[in-house]
T-cell receptor, first 112, second 115 residues
């Protein structure tokens, strides 16, 4: 059973606009959440993370929001750039855990 | 440069022919792990290792073996590959202490096709 879900397999956004990628999780023991970005023929690269003690974390153009009561997190990219076109994976982990649980990914296309 | 290196990057093999995918990291990380990525399923953990000579099963360990004789290396062994092991494989490493708060670094991936 998929504990981390990304229900949108793809998203297209115009350059300069906001991209919003969504992720839902089912396990209330998860307390650390990450976003990874993946280009074709490359491994996933870490983008941004958030601990469950926070509801927002910002790093430049990237902001992750966490809504614990809804078990939902989102990644906002503002402004979106063509180089942001990639597959984005949401991942979650619990304290002391030795595994990251990944979503199925959302392919973002930023149109110039 | 911090790196996780996997080899081979691409391999086509036949059912039953043993193969090994090597993984090496240069960050002195204690934790290493193997994942496979399949369409519609995201990345799923196969095996992980918390340190030398310490390995444990992940979510989908069937058909795989691993070993951790040295800190930097964590090879993935398919003793008798089958077509359902056709997948994209990623090796990853991290500092020890659980994954909360630590960044996992991934290799570039190994495309494996079993015919």
């Amino acid at each position: 059973d998929q504990q981390v879900k990304q229900n949108s397999p793809s998203l297209s956004v115009q350059e300069g606009r906001i991209s919003i990628l969504n992720c839902d999780y089912t396990n209330s023991m998860f307390d650390y959440f990450l976003w990874y970005k993946k280009y074709p023929a490359e491994g996933p690269t870490f983008l941004i993370s958030i601990s469950s003690i926070k509801d927002k974390n910002e790093d430049g153009r990237f902001t992750v929001f966490l809504n614990k009561s809804a078990k939902h997190l989102s990644l906002h990219i503002v402004p979106s750039q063509p180089g942001d076109s990639a597959v984005y994976f949401c991942a979650a982990s619990g304290t002391g855990a030795n595994n990251l649980f990944f979503g199925t990914g959302t392919r973002l296309t930023v149109i110039p | 440069e911090a790196q996780v290196t996997q080899n081979p990057r691409y391999l086509i093999t036949v059912t039953g022919k043993k193969l090994t995918v090597t993984c090496s990291q240069n960050m002195n990380h204690e934790y290493m792990s193997w994942y496979r990525q399949d369409p519609g399923l995201g990345l799923r953990q196969i095996y992980y290792s918390m340190n030398v000579e310490v390995t444990d099963k992940g979510d989908v360990p069937e058909g795989y073996k691993v070993s951790r004789k040295e800190k930097r290396n964590f090879p993935l062994i398919l003793e008798s590959p089958s077509p359902n092991q056709t997948s994209l494989y990623f090796c990853a490493s991290s500092r020890v202490g659980g994954l909360s708060g630590n960044t996992i670094y991934f290799g570039e991936g190994s495309w494996l096709t079993v015919v």
